[in-house]
């Protein structure tokens, strides 16, 4: 039996591909799909408690970036730690009946893995090592298929793991349902 799909999208103090010592998470958002990639639960955006100090760590672009986008607020409002973030996931993959061997998805979702291995053990040691990651295979259309690739669904960019992870699965959406109506795929 295949198993469900959760998806992932985390919103850190810092960015590059490279963990530093100060990066943690400040935003979380999941969403369970099926193979079909239908939506069976959602689990809303989590802003973490994050401190004065940690904001003053943060490099220039991602706190603009973060200001501007409303999470660096809502962080700073929340009383959700890491611990607690940790729990909910588990709880909420739990509830879905996904309890080892998860199989994540999203864009660069192994930078999502990384902070959670860091920042959310319980949760990191549920997930298998396989993983969907869309940015791939954007990547391997843009090569492929450029036409395709230019034809996906655009971005709003608004860097919020709740905007983020539904861009991500219209995302691959669009390839899956392009490879299917040509032939490609068959389900």
């Not at 689990?43 to 973490?48: M, Q």
């Not at 962080?75 to 611990?83: F, K, M, N, P």
């Not at 959670?116 to 990651?133: G, N, W």
């Amino acid at each position: 039996m295949i198993q469900d799909i959760a998806w992932i999208d985390i919103e850190t103090t810092s960015g590059g591909v490279y963990p530093t010592p100060d990066r943690r998470i400040v935003e979380f958002a999941s969403i369970i799909t099926d193979a079909e990639l239908n939506i069976i639960s959602e689990l809303e955006p989590i802003a973490v408690a994050l401190d004065d100090e940690s904001v003053a760590r943060m490099p220039e672009d991602v706190y603009a970036m973060l200001n501007h986008n409303g999470v660096l607020t809502r962080a700073q409002r929340s009383t959700t730690t890491l611990e607690d973030l940790d729990d909910i996931w588990v709880k909420f993959v739990n509830s879905m009946n996904m309890y080892d061997n998860i199989v994540v998805a999203g864009n660069s979702v192994h930078f999502d893995k990384e902070a959670m291995r860091k920042d959310m053990p319980e949760s990191y040691a549920r997930l298998d090592s396989r993983s969907i990651d869309v940015s791939s295979i954007s990547e391997v259309f843009s090569r492929w298929r450029p036409e395709v690739y230019r034809s996906r669904p655009r971005k709003v960019s608004a860097h919020t793991a709740g905007s983020d992870i539904h861009e991500s699965l219209e995302e691959l959406r669009f390839f899956k349902d392009f490879m299917v109506s040509n032939g490609m795929l068959a389900l």
